[in-house]
């Protein structure tokens, strides 16, 4: 089974520019999860998506921060412009259910190392 | 407080070593709970789910502590490439529906 695959791996720009990731989820799984991870800290979600509509987007910075997932299968994420602190990596993640009562595995893409110089 | 707290270590044990983390939490209705791997530069991988009655998986074992508030992953007989860090996860809505809360991590080094 495919696993999540993100891209590009690794993305250098300058503060104030523009920037996009790409994820594609496990095949069948309803959830998509996209969270930040800054060196020496968790992941931090910042937007969950359930099939192609937003279940939490409570900690995306939605002044400069934007998702969408078209048809409820691949997602993009953006950045514009990008700040000095948004330099972190950016892991995709998908899940069967995302609902429900019982126990939901995430499984994580490779991540998109971001650097913002 | 923090919703998840884990102590960042790092814990430094030589290899066959038992080692036990702890995770706590803020929110009394968490109902889901697990632990995840992540090598260094690479992403998080589910370890193991923490389950009211405790769970074992070889050499790992993890526990819930629901009047305390907290989680532990005990790992014994270590071995170097138990060298990671662990992520404690929580799920605070108890909704039904999945909201991961990550901790900050536990760093491990197993020492030859």
């Known amino acids: 089974e495919a696993g999540v695959a993100q891209s590009p791996r690794y993305k250098i720009i300058e503060k104030r520019q523009s920037v996009a990731f790409w994820c594609n989820p496990i095949s069948g799984h309803a959830t998509l999860y996209w969270y930040q991870q800054i060196l020496g800290q968790g992941p931090k979600l910042l937007i969950q998506f359930q099939n192609n509509g937003v279940v939490d987007d409570s900690q995306l910075p939605k002044d400069r921060f934007s998702a969408e997932r078209l048809k409820g299968v691949d997602s993009t994420l953006k950045i514009q412009p990008a700040k000095l602190e948004d330099s972190a990596v950016y892991l995709c993640a998908s899940s069967l259910h995302g609902v429900g009562g019982s126990t939901d595995t995430q499984y994580f893409g490779p991540g998109t190392r971001l650097t913002v110089l | 407080r923090k919703e998840v707290e884990q102590d960042p270590g790092p814990f430094n044990v030589p290899e066959g070593a038992t080692v036990a983390f702890n995770c706590t939490y803020s929110?009394?209705?968490?109902?889901?709970f697990f632990w995840y791997r992540q090598d260094c530069r690479k992403e998080p991988k589910l370890l193991m789910s923490?389950?009211?009655s405790g769970n074992e998986d070889g050499r790992f074992t993890a526990q819930l502590n629901r009047a305390s508030q907290y989680i532990s992953l005990l790992i014994r007989d270590s071995k170097l490439s138990d060298s990671a860090t662990y992520l404690c996860?929580?799920?605070?809505?108890?909704?039904?529906?999945?909201?991961?809360?990550f901790g900050t991590g536990t760093r491990l080094k197993v020492l030859a």
């Open positions: 996860v929580v799920n605070p809505t108890g909704s039904g529906t999945y909201k991961y809360i």
């Open positions: 929110n009394s209705a968490s109902q889901s």
């Open positions: 923490v389950y009211s």
